[in-house]
T-cell receptor, first 112, second 113 residues
Framework: EAQVTQNPRYLITVTGKKLTVTCSQN?????MSWYRQDPGLGLRQIYY???????DKGDVPEGYKVSRKEKRNFPLILESPSPNQTSLYFC???????????FGPGTRLTVT | EDQVTQSPEALRLQEGESSSLNCSYT??????LFWYRQDPGKGPEFLFT???AGEEKEKERLKATLTKKESFLHITAPKPEDSATYLC??????????????FGTGTRLQVTL
């Protein structure tokens, strides 16, 4: 089954404790993105990747890091999480630059 | 700066009562307009892509249309299972090699018996 998977689905952590949210897709897609979704603000892009080792900032990259060492994986790293990073996070992938994006199930992160 | 505004924020319909959701957008040049459906606790699910004014696409009870300033998602004779949040997103032509989407905040649709 074609899908985007994220782990963990739920995470509660404390300020400053480094964490990684994994994202994997099995569709051989070139493009991958991370979004955060907050009430009243909609989905906002954090980082995106056009291919292995090629990444760039989206609209809200502060406090986040990404890497793309393999085509299928695109982890999101929070080196020192803060409470304002409490949010619902989605990973997405697409085959083409202007093609439809396929979203993962989401990771709900709470930083206390 | 690209902007997407969706209205209404919430809509309650009775089963069979047709209506339309609106997506107004401001973008320097439109590469594509996307409609997604999002169920509670899940990721957005792709519905349609529209590329140019005048284009229309249909899927079951849903029909999406596009003008130069807005898009409509028409829902004909909705059923309770159509209840969800509907998201509109645009991709601008000046995103270079990126696959960046700018999303609206969505319309939360509830269809009752």
């Amino acid at each position: 089954e074609a899908q985007v998977t994220q782990n963990p689905r739920y995470l509660i952590t404390v300020t400053g404790k480094k964490l990684t949210v994994t994202c994997s897709q099995n569709m051989n897609h070139e493009y991958m993105s991370w979004y955060r979704q907050d009430p009243g603000l909609g989905l906002r892009q954090i980082y995106y990747s056009m291919n292995v080792e090629v990444t760039d900032k989206g609209d809200v990259p502060e406090g986040y890091k990404v890497s793309r060492k393999e085509k299928r994986n695109f982890p999101l790293i929070l080196e020192s999480p803060s409470p304002n990073q409490t949010s619902l996070y989605f990973c997405a992938s697409s085959l083409f630059r202007n093609g439809e994006q396929y979203f993962g199930p989401g990771t709900r992160l709470t930083v206390t | 700066e690209d902007q997407v505004t969706q209205s209404p924020e919430a809509l309650r319909l009775q089963e069979g009562e047709s209506s339309s959701l609106n997506c107004s957008y401001t973008v320097s040049g439109l590469r594509g307009l996307f409609w997604y459906r999002q169920d509670p606790g899940k990721g957005p699910e792709f519905l349609f892509t529209l590329y140019s004014a005048g284009e229309e696409k249909e899927k079951e009870r849903l029909k999406a249309t596009l003008t130069k300033k807005e898009s409509f998602l028409h829902i004909t004779a909705p059923k309770p299972e159509d209840s969800a949040t509907y998201l509109c997103a645009v991709q601008a032509t000046d995103t270079g090699t990126a696959s960046k989407l700018t999303f609206g905040t969505g319309t939360r649709l509830q269809v009752t018996l």
